[in-house]
C-alpha cells in the first residue's frame, strides 16, 4: 500500500536549523517480485559526524527511488536522496517472475532536531511509484542504536583538502572498503587503493576535480583471500560477501549484505562505497548512490574501475547494446532518468543543447578502427577522437534499438577509449557541484 506523506518542496532551508552534525543510517529490507514490491524499516543508527552534502536543493538525478525528510504535519520536504537498487535490477530477471525474494538497503541521511516523517518510494521502470514506506523518526528515541569506531583500522589516501585532515563539508567522501584480503595482505591494500586514486584521477573530468574528493581506505580484514567463484565451487570468508554470479552472470561481482558493509564503514565518515575485491578476475559492477565493487588485479582494473564508478557516483548508464529485443529497463515510452541515455520521448531535458547544429538525429556512425585489433597511435587517436563528437547514436541501454546514446565510443561503452563523452563529462560535474557546493 502506498503511504499517505505529502510532498512540498522547500528549496531555502538552513541545514543548520533542521540537522545535527550526525548520522542518520537508515536500514531497510526491500521485497516482492515483478508483480508486486514492498519496504519494510528495520533499524535506524547514529554515528558521530556527518560526511554528507549539505545542499538540501533536489537531487539532479531521478534514481529507481527515493527517501525524503518530511517535517511532519506539513510536508515540508526537508531532505531528499535518491538512488537505485540490486533488488531493482533483479525485477528485470526471469527468477522474478516466479520467486519472491528479499534485499537490503542502507541509507545515510544527516540526523534531525526534532521528530521527521521519512518517506522510501521505490519506481518502476516507468517512473511510477510501485511500493512506499512512510514512518517516524524521533530523535529522541532510545532505540536508535549508535554506532562508532568499529576497531576497524582506516587510513586516508588522498583528500582534497591536503594534509592528513580531510574537509568532510566540502569534499565528496568516497570509502574504499577492503574484500578478501587478509591480515597479513593488508599493505597490499593500501598500495591497491592508491591505484585506485591514481586510476581515478587519471580521467577527466576526474582529474580536474581531485580537489573536491576525499578517499579512506578502510582495512577490513578478511579470513580467507580473494573472491568467492559460485560458479567454480569456490566460497570466500570475507567481510562484505561479494561474490560472482550475480544473477547468474559470471561477470557481475556484487554484494547482498548492505546493512553488514554499512558496520563494517560505522568507524569512518563517508558517502559513496566502494568495495574493492582482491581478485584477479574480470567483474564488478556499479549502482546509483547505493555501492561500487571492483577487482584490484585483473589487467582491465584502471577501465573497469572508472566506468563501474561513473554508474555509482553519476548515474551514468551502459552505452552498449547486446539484443534486438525490447529491454523492459528501458520501454520506449519513458525517458530514462539516466544523463546519457534517452528514448527520445523528452530529448530536450538531456543533451540537446550539445548536439552540433545541423546534426541528425539519430545520427549516423562512421568507420573507425576496430578497438580490438589497434596496431598505431594513429588508430587510437582516432577512436579516442569519436568520444567527443556529440550526436545521438541508435544503441544503448542494452538495447540496439530504441534507445540512444551521445558519442559513437565512450568510456560507458568500451574500455578501449581512454575518456568520457563531452555528456558524460558534463554529468559527473553536475554531480560534484551538487554535492560539494561549488
Known sequence: MLGTCMLITVQAQVFDECFENRTLRLDYIFAGDKHGQEVF?????VTPQWAGRRNLENPPLAGNGQIVMLRPGTGEVLYKHTFSTLFQEWLATEEARHVRRAFQASFNLPFPRQQV???????????NPVATLCHAIDP????IHPQGDNGIPYRYVWTGAGGSVPDLEGCVDLAILAEGYTEAQMEKFYVDCQRVVDALFFHEPFSSLKERFNVVAVASPSLDSGASIPHAGQWRRTPAGTHYDTFY???YLMSQQMHHIYDLLSGVP????????????????GIYNQIMVST??????RQVFVHEFGHAYAGLGDEYAYTNDPESMYPNDTEPWEPNLTTLVDFKSKWADMVPEGTPIPTPSVELPDYRHIRTSEEQCQLNAATQRVGVFEGGGYQSH?????AQE???KINEVEDFCPVCSRAIRRITEFYTGK
Do not use: K, W
Open 270 to 285: 563517508f558517502e559513496h562505497v566502494i568495495v574493492l575485491v582482491n581478485s584477479d578476475t574480470y567483474g564488478g559492477g
Open 140 to 143: 529522541q528515541d532510545i532505540l
Open 249 to 251: 552472470s559470471d561477470r
Open 117 to 127: 516523517d521519512v518517506e522510501v518510494t521505490l519506481f518502476d521502470f516507468h517512473h
Open 410 to 412: 565512450c568510456r560507458m
Open 296 to 301: 584490484s588485479d585483473h589487467p582491465t582494473f
Open 402 to 406: 530504441g534507445v540512444y546514446r551521445p
Open 41 to 45: 524499516f528495520e533499524q535506524a543508527y
